[in-house]
């Protein structure tokens, strides 16, 4: 057999959205692992490259030959394959016929449903340079693309169109056709320093060939390479780089050949807003804000050119000149719209709907206004404040720059209210009120803050759902499952003791009659919504599926007493060496109640203990009763939990002796009436009957 060869596949395309780029990549990478797999052709390891123009798998020690394909074929069940004097039936000469093999030679195969006639057939080894193209292809058509493009007449789509195709294993270039083009033993260079073909020797000349023609086809080492020219010229200039994550990943999805350059803008422009400034940069033109040792925003900035050109002044220039005009309008506008305070523009907001069957962005502050009063007193805040915020949050909506720039929502409200001489607590609410808008985001720092942001994601929560808008699988066009984590997130993370069954029945009052014929059922459709939001949430902070539902079914409304009762939960079962068999006695007690109802009005009686056990455990359950409601009261739950595991030994006792359904009336119903006491203290936690291994 002949000695593994590489492989290198190359598809050449228009520009691929930065941020598309590493998704595609490792999609790329795990499903030609698959496919070649299932085609039986062994391989080493598998290196994926892309750009804005290439995508790229560098495949090694692939084998030329595929391992020979077995396929099992099942046929009827041994019963039926022979008669009553142990001829071959119809039935088996017929499978066996298909096979090409007599009835004696078929296998027997053990199944669930008994024995069945089987073969096993191996097919022929394949040359593996008649298998690549064809798994080359089903890869193109079997990639993850958010939005496939067609181009010409062809019937065929990809995320942008396609160029040019290599295929290459070892010396050899394959024969693969797709997109109406051939593949050739050769890719492409630089758009601008080198437009002409680059041949490939062979896959692992890939990438050197590739950096000869001023292309860096590695991401992570373009992101590595573009991180550090700007951290080097950053220090040149004594500056401080505005450089998240997410902006140097699509930096580094847009050029092939990364040259770093610093530009300027007039310090004039740094009377504007900073929020306004980083926006227009980062975001509208992919720049690098810089801060001052101080902290401030300096009028400089550094970008990625995408070549390196004779003289670097005259892209510096152009990119100075582009910056410019954004920032002249950005100025323009923060100047006009300070005109015109917030409170007058509010009354426009009755002309812009906020959704249909809900009114105007006008009604949801009005709206606002009275569930963010009635919220401040669960976050501590100053209501007038708190409801003074509410009314002004959405007028910045109508502002010149908020328009210009609708990323700036919210956080521009909050200058101009400063600039309306509105106090410091108003103009922070306004701020912060959409936050958090993203999984990683911050929440709002300040209580009013909190409070309006709270009140914001339940009048939209509970208005979509009032109109029928909920998610659907993948689909939540409106953000709801976002809206509906903020609100989490900011209870949690600020520990707010704040219950959602309260706070969605309050946010649909505001609604009045809009939804006053099914507020009910979207009461309980919202709660319902948070349920399943919680639960995820709790499971991505580390806790137990069956540790969620044995909380949730107790506590479902109010998120910070839920995750309080969960790490409790969590650490009596990490350190009790006893909490498995203490739950599975809660589980039995459970058990024993349900099959046997209790009188409503039975109260435990110490005359009718019958053994000594009974007045045990009710002498025990005596002495730990006024500590443990003590703690239940100050939602102490793991010191409630440490002091009834010593319960423990007293119910064991108990359920050794003492036959619990006794057949005397009397004593039964007492000694359900003592376990129903012990039931309800544990219910007060969580159902230790949903727990795994109770």
Request: charged share 25%; net charge negative.
């Amino acid at each position: 057999m002949s000695a593994p060869e590489d492989l290198l596949l190359e598809l050449g395309c228009e520009e691929l959205p930065a941020r598309e780029q590493v998704p595609l990549q490792d999609a790329a990478t795990e499903i030609m692992g698959q496919l070649l797999d299932k085609a039986g052709v062994q391989y080493g390891s598998i290196r994926g490259y892309v750009t804005p123009r290439r995508l790229a798998l560098w495949i090694k020690d692939v084998s030329r030959q595929s391992l020979p394909q077995e396929t099992l074929r099942r046929g009827p069940p041994v019963e039926r394959a022979r008669d009553a004097r142990g001829r071959p039936t119809a039935a088996a000469e017929g499978f066996a016929r298909s096979c090409g093999v007599s009835v004696d030679d078929l296998l027997t195969l053990e199944t669930d449903k008994g024995p069945i006639l089987a073969w096993r057939e191996v097919g022929a080894a394949q040359d593996s340079h008649l298998l690549l193209p064809e798994i080359a292809s089903k890869l193109v058509a079997s990639l993850p693309l958010r939005k496939r493009m067609h181009w010409g007449e062809r019937p065929d789509s990809f995320l942008r169109p396609v160029r040019w195709l290599l295929l290459r294993q070892g010396q050899q270039v394959l024969d693969w056709n797709v997109f109406g083009l051939a593949a050739g033993g050769e890719s492409f260079g630089h758009r601008v320093h080198h437009p002409q073909s680059v041949q490939i020797t062979t896959p692992a000349d890939y990438a050197e060939s590739l950096l000869q023609a001023k292309v860096m086809a590695d991401f992570a080492e373009r992101r590595a390479r573009i991180a550090s020219k700007i951290a080097t010229l950053a220090d040149e200039m004594a500056v401080i780089p505005i450089l998240p994550e997410a902006l140097l990943d699509e930096i580094t999805g847009l050029n092939e050949w990364p040259v770093i350059l610093a530009g300027s803008f007039a310090e004039d422009y740094l009377q504007v807003p900073e929020e306004v400034l980083i926006t227009v940069m980062m975001q509208h033109q992919r720049y690098i804000p810089l801060r001052g040792q101080d902290g401030c925003l300096v009028p400089h900035y550094l970008f990625a050119a995408n070549l390196h050109s004779l003289d670097a002044k005259v892209v510096i220039n152009g990119n100075n000149r582009v910056l410019r005009a954004r920032l002249a309008d950005a100025a323009f506008f923060w100047d006009q719209d300070r005109q015109v305070s917030l409170q007058t523009r509010r009354g426009a907001l009755a002309g812009v709907l906020f959704q249909d069957g809900l009114g105007s962005i006008f009604d949801k502050t009005t709206r606002l206004q009275a569930l963010a009063t009635a919220l401040a007193p669960q976050f501590a805040a100053n209501a007038s404040d708190v409801g003074r915020a509410a009314e002004l949050c959405k007028s910045d909506l109508l502002s010149g720059l908020v328009g210009e720039f609708p990323e700036l929502q919210g956080i521009m409200g909050g200058h101009y209210a400063r600039h309306d001489n509105e106090n410091i607590r108003v103009a922070t609410a306004i701020t912060q009120h959409y936050m958090p808008s993203g999984r990683d985001d911050e929440i709002p720092a300040d209580a009013h803050g909190q409070c309006l942001a709270i009140a914001d994601k339940l009048d939209t929560l509970c208005g979509f759902f009032a109109i029928g808008k909920v998610p659907t699988g993948d689909r939540d066009p409106f953000a709801l499952r976002r809206a509906a984590l903020g609100v989490l997130r900011i209870v949690l993370d600020a520990r707010v003791p704040l219950n959602l069954d309260t706070a969605v029945t309050s946010a649909l009052v505001a609604y009045g009659s809009a939804v006053a014929k099914n507020r009910t059922e979207t009461r309980s459709a919202v709660l319902d919504f948070f349920q399943d939001r919680m639960r995820v949430h709790f499971r991505e902070e580390g806790f137990r599926a069956d540790q969620i539902a044995a909380v949730l079914s107790r506590q479902p409304h109010e998120p910070l007493d839920a995750r309080q009762r969960l790490e409790a939960l969590a650490l009596f079962q990490a350190e009790h060496a006893a909490a498995d068999a203490l739950a599975a006695l809660i589980k039995r007690i459970n058990n024993l109640l349900r099959k046997e109802p209790l009188s409503a009005d039975w109260q435990v009686d110490p005359r009718h203990f019958a053994d000594p056990a009974e007045g045990a455990l009710w002498e025990h359950w005596q002495v730990l009763a006024q500590p443990v409601h003590v703690q239940l009261a100050k939602n102490q739950y793991a010191a409630t939990l440490d002091l009834l595991a010593g319960l423990r030994p007293s119910v064991d006792q108990f359920f050794d002796a003492v036959m619990v359904l006794a057949e005397e009336p009397v004593l039964r119903q007492n000694r359900l009436a003592l376990l129903a006491q012990l039931q309800e203290v544990f219910l007060r936690i969580a159902d230790f009957s949903q727990l795994q291994g109770a």
